[in-house]
């Protein structure tokens, strides 16, 4: 059907998953109204043309990758360990427990 790789129903499902997720984490969207965002979403997709469905889709794979790079490379700020080389008396400092994603 598409001419594109970008355009494969693979693909386009794949954006619109991470759409979907992304602003219903963002806008706090009760998890009962995310599968009917995905269906306007992916309606929205279908009805454009494939010139500017290309650039959408393409845009859309650049934002959601830059976004789920950027959650997982930002700054964390753990206590730093106490010097051992200096004359003050040692004191273990201990990292906190990291729970999952939403730590990150």
Known sequence: MFDNNFLDFATVSAVVAALVSVLGNAFDIPAKFRALIAIAIGGF????????????????????????????????????????????????????????????
């Open 45 to 104: 997709l279908v009805a454009i043309p494939v010139w500017l469905l290309e650039k959408s889709v393409m845009a859309l794979l650049i934002g959601l990758t830059a976004s789920g790079v950027y959650t997982q490379v930002k700054k964390r700020d753990y206590p730093l360990p106490a010097d051992p080389f200096s004359d003050a008396p040692s004191v273990k400092q201990k990292l906190p427990p990291i729970n999952g994603p939403d730590d990150v």
